[in-house]
């Protein structure tokens, strides 16, 4: 059974991600991670970063709506017009 609370290193947390160093620490810098530094070491939970990942595709997704809802206004006031 796969541990759920599983601490990661900075290092772990860059292959984990499949980003480089400068990368990670930018978004460790920015908080848009969540994370722990211990003295000058850093240490991130794994369920962290998958809520963050899930956080930010949700987010994504409903950007995704909106623009469609937006696409689908747009065709119909195009449509509007050309009725006219």
């Not at 609370?5 to 292959?15: K, P, Q, V």
């Not at 991600?17 to 850093?42: C, D, F, M, W, Y």
């Not at 930010?56 to 909106?66: F, K, N």
Request: glycine residues 6%.
């Amino acid at each position: 059974m796969p541990e759920t609370n599983e601490i990661l290193t900075f290092a772990e947390t860059c292959a984990y991600l499949r980003l480089g160093a400068p990368k990670v620490r930018e978004l460790l810098n920015s908080k848009q991670i969540p994370h722990r530094r211990i003295g000058t070491r850093i240490r991130i939970h794994k369920t962290a970063i998958d809520e963050w990942m899930m956080a930010d595709r949700a987010e994504r997704v409903g950007l995704a709506g909106e623009v469609e809802g937006l696409a689908r206004q747009l065709a119909e006031l195009e449509k509007k017009i050309e009725r006219r």
